[in-house]
């Protein structure tokens, strides 16, 4: 998993729920925009990690930046070309409770991205239960715990189901969520693990 902070704590929480049958790495860039996550997913190539899935969650940064949705488009195609993961799951960009009048941009940035992924063929994660303000902390920004539960149980189910062997070309793979690179100026690393 490469998140930025909205990804704290996920992945102790998924490695949780996906014991014993998968192996997980999670690193947490806070401050991190989605961008910056796709560049650094795509310097990756890791042949032992290429039958692997690398999950990416962001894009509220890009927001408060004001990113062109086009740029995001355009290095989530050089992901798909430059990187050796055959599986993608992107997560789609939460709602702000904090600052509800950039709420029309991130659904216009996660329309955006729900069609590039369809067209990259990634694996893309919206679910309209992760956007009720109990999956937020009380300062609205953040997931909460009964918010990051919610995003490591459907990742879960999605893993698990596409990883069933009649699924992928009868083998059953191994996930694995990565962090590369150096974060982004004024931010700091956390394992995502705590």
């Given at each position: 998993m490469l998140a930025d902070s909205q990804g704290r704590t996920c992945g102790s929480?998924?490695?949780q729920r996906l014991s014993g049958d998968f192996s997980v790495r999670a690193e947490?860039?806070?401050?991190?925009?989605?961008?910056?996550?796709?560049?650094?997913?795509a310097a990756r190539?890791?042949?032992d990690e290429k039958e692997g899935w690398l999950i990416l969650v962001g894009g509220t940064n890009d927001v408060t930046q004001n990113s062109d949705p086009s740029l995001i488009s355009d290095k989530l195609t050089k992901l798909k070309t430059s990187s050796s993961f055959k599986n993608v799951i992107?997560?789609?960009?939460?709602?702000?409770?904090?600052k509800p009048y950039l709420n029309s941009a991130i659904q216009d940035l996660n329309s955006i991205l729900l069609?590039?992924?369809k067209k990259l063929n990634f694996g893309f994660l919206a679910s309209s239960s992760l956007q009720n303000r109990s999956s937020f902390t009380s300062h609205g920004l953040h997931l909460s715990n009964e918010g990051k539960d919610l995003l490591c149980n459907l990742l879960e189910v999605y893993i698990r189901y596409s990883?069933?062997?009649n699924v992928l070309r009868g083998e059953k793979v191994q996930?694995?969520?990565?962090?590369?690179?150096?974060p982004p100026q004024d931010t700091k690393v956390d394992s995502g693990l705590g």
């Open positions: 929480r998924l490695a947490v860039y806070p401050g991190a925009t989605l961008s910056w996550i796709l560049d650094t997913a190539d890791d042949p992107l997560c789609e960009v939460p709602v702000r409770y904090d069609k590039e992924c990883t069933t062997p996930p694995v969520f990565l962090g590369v690179g150096e």
